[in-house]
Every structure is written in structure tokens, then in C-alpha cells.
């Protein structure tokens, strides 16, 4: 038998370490080539990475929110005959029921509400509900998965975190790691750095909503109903024509604002791990149907943990929006190193005065962020109150622009 030493990756884009995030197996553990063994997090992306042999676990380096430099040793495998396929295969595979053992006597049984005792074998569960677990102090080894194959479910943690709750102690320390502790660091750092400058604007979305009712009554094979959102994301597409110090990246290391044509904005998403920003790619070129499909493809993924890091970069503006729970009025912290954010909030039915009569109008008002160093306030509220005229009469958003000669 050899050893094997397997080092930190270099994970590209000039990344000199990355954060442990979650083990998934540990000494003497044995296991296939390409199974799953350790998730990492780079300031860029998360990272799982497979074995690049087979053979049995002596060592590992780091854990849970520990940083291991590209290039150090990372694990180190036991390689040789333990790579035979059947000591593999039979650790991969779920345990094998055990001979039937004697009941246990009274004194033996666990207490009334005690949490049930770790059982042995491989845990079965995704990387989101692992991350869940993690969060929640929940031993995944102490859960009874119901899925396919006894796999843990959300469901299944849902009850262990009730279990907890009720028999365990009034407070836990969950460690920031991961995820939770990148979105801790940009946001402390965008709003240390950049001296947000907030404007409020009010829209009478009432024809905007009917347009997007109506095309909902036609929309493409396979297309989901439009929200608001990719008829702003195309609106906000006009608007930068004018507003092009908008669609702008800080370069601080250079000192050197990178003013883009393209236009690449970034879509705010929510997800079980954390706030995602996938980009819908030059959202300008782009027709309305393809925005929303975009925006929903991009969610999906980055939802799911699946988006690429490819995928969850390159923003040049970013728009947010928190849906039913979108509320009167929001500060969104600029996605640094853009310049602005624009924030979309509930729309509401009121009664409003138009055209000389009160009447019943369909409103939402857009919440805004811009970077006060690059963008004076002057242009700031320029930039919402045109984004503001074309929303109020969307037929305009596709008019093409002539070009004065």
C-alpha cells in the first residue's frame, strides 16, 4: 500500500485558499474515485470536490470554517488494495441489516424524550440539508431519513429541530461559515466602503399590470407566467442608454470606474443557503419572453445549488425584488463592486388622484441605491424618474429608439 496526498485545487480566478465548509467523510473512512468528500467555498463560488482516487481516509485537513491555502495538503488516502471494488462498493452502499439482537432490558432503554442514539453507516442527504443540519446543531447521524432509501429529507430535520427545541438547551451557537459568512463579509464591507445614497419613487403600475396580464393570456410554449420583474429588467435596459455611469463596476484597486454597453444585471435571489445573484447576461439584446426565461432558469439553478460560478457573476446592475413581502419602502446595500441597485416593493391597489378624480390605482414603489462617489443625486433621481415614465406607459418600453442624425 502508498499513500496519497491530495491538495487543495486551484478553484481559478486567481483564488489562493478556500473555506471548509462540510466534510463528508472522515478517517478511516473508505471511498470510491469521484465520490463526494468535501465542499469548499471560494469568494466566488461553492466548490464540491470529488475524490480523485479510491482507497481509505487517514487524514484530513481543517474544519467547518477553516481556510487551507491552494497547493496545501487537503486529505490523504490509503491507496492499493483497498481499492479492491468490492470494500469500495460495500462502504458506498447503504449497511446491511445487522443479526437480530436480544431487546434491550429496561435500564437500557433511552429516556423518555432523550433524542434517539446515533446510528451507524453512510448518511444519506443533500448538501442543502446538510448545510441545514449544520445550522440547526442537528447530528444528521441521530435522524431517521424517510426518503427513498431511508435518504433525510427537509421534513425529517424540520422534526429533529422541533425535537431539539423542546428537549435540548434555550440557546445554540450556530458557527458563520460558508455562504452566510461571504454575504457577512460583502455586505459589512459594501456598506463599510460605498456611501449609499437612497431615492424612493412611487409608479402607478395600472397599465403595466394590465399589458402583463394580457400577455399572460398568450405566452410561449413552455414559458411561465411574466411577473413585473422582466418587464422592469427590460425597461431598466432603455433607461441606461441615457444613464450609462450607471452601468458602471468600481475597479478600487486601480482606481478606475469600467463603464460597460452591455448591460448584465444581476437578480437578487433568495435561496435555502443564503442571497444568490445570478446574472441574466445582456439583458439588453434580449426579448421579454427571453428575460423571463432567464430569470427563471438562473433562480431555479441557483436555488438549487447548481448554478455555475460563471453563472453568479459578472453583474454590471443589479435589480431586487422581495415579491408579496416587498413592504412600503427598502434601502438595498449595493452589490459592490456595481454602483447601483434598483429595488422593487409590493404593488397595491389605492386610491390615488389621476387625471382630476380620485380613483383606484395599482401602485409599487421603486427603492433605489446608488454609490454617492460616481453618481451625483441629480442623476440618480434623473434615472428613476425615467425608468418611472416607461413602467407607467410600458408600450414605450418597445418602441425602438430613433437615432437623432
Known sequence: ?????????????????????????KPGDAVAEDQLIVEVMTDKAAVEVPAPVSGRVVSI???????????????????????????????????????????????????????????PGRVMASPANRRRARE???????VVGSGPGGR????????????SATSGPETSEIKVIGLRRLIAERMSEAKRNI????????????????????LNLSPPAGA???????????????????????NVLYD??????????????????????????????????????????????????????????????????????L?????????????????AIIGLNKAVERPVVHQGAVVVRRIMNLSSSFDHRFVDGYDAAAMIQALKELLEHPAAIFIPKVKSK
Not at 488516502?77 to 447503504?94: D, H, I, K, R
Not at 440547526?136 to 441521530?142: C, R, W
Not at 456611501?195 to 402583463?212: C, I, N, Q, S
Not at 431598466?236 to 450607471?246: A, G, I, N, W, Y
Request: glycine share 8%; proline share 10%; hydrophobic share 45%.
Open 136 to 142: 440547526a446543531g442537528i447530528d444528521l447521524a441521530t
Open 323 to 339: 415579491g408579496k413581502l416587498g413592504g412600503i419602502a427598502s434601502t438595498p446595500i449595493i452589490n459592490a463592486p456595481e454602483v
Open 1 to 25: 500500500m502508498s499513500q496519497y496526498v491530495f491538495k487543495m485545487p486551484d478553484l481559478g480566478e486567481g483564488t489562493v485558499d478556500a473555506e471548509i465548509v462540510a466534510w463528508h467523510t
Open 224 to 246: 411561465a407566467a411574466l411577473s413585473y420583474l422582466p418587464l422592469v429588467v427590460k425597461a431598466l435596459t432603455r433607461v441606461l442608454d441615457s444613464f450609462p455611469q450607471c
Open 61 to 119: 485537513t481543517g474544519t467547518p470554517g477553516d481556510k487551507v491555502a491552494v497547493g496545501s495538503p487537503l486529505i490523504v488516502f490509503e491507496v492499493g488494495e483497498v481499492n479492491a471494488p468490492s470494500e469500495v462498493a460495500s462502504t458506498a452502499a447503504p449497511p446491511a441489516p445487522a443479526p437480530a439482537a436480544p431487546m434491550p432490558t429496561p435500564a437500557a432503554a433511552p429516556a423518555p424524550g432523550a433524542p434517539p442514539p446515533a446510528r
Open 252 to 321: 478600487a484597486a486601480r482606481g478606475v470606474l469600467v463603464r460597460h454597453r452591455a448591460v448584465h444585471v444581476g437578480i437578487a435571489t433568495q435561496t435555502p443557503d443564503g442571497l444568490k445573484v445570478p446574472v441574466v447576461r445582456n439583458a439588453h439584446a434580449l426579448g421579454l419572453w427571453e428575460v423571463a426565461g432567464e430569470i427563471r432558469r438562473l433562480a431555479e439553478r441557483a436555488r438549487s445549488g447548481k448554478a455555475t460560478r460563471d453563472e453568479l457573476s459578472g453583474s454590471t446592475i443589479t435589480v431586487t425584488s
Open 152 to 163: 433525510i429529507v427537509r421534513g425529517d430535520l424540520d422534526s429533529a429541530d422541533g425535537h
Open 195 to 214: 456611501p449609499h445614497f437612497a431615492y424612493v419613487e412611487e409608479v402607478d403600475v395600472t397599465e403595466l399590470e394590465a399589458l402583463r396580464r394580457h
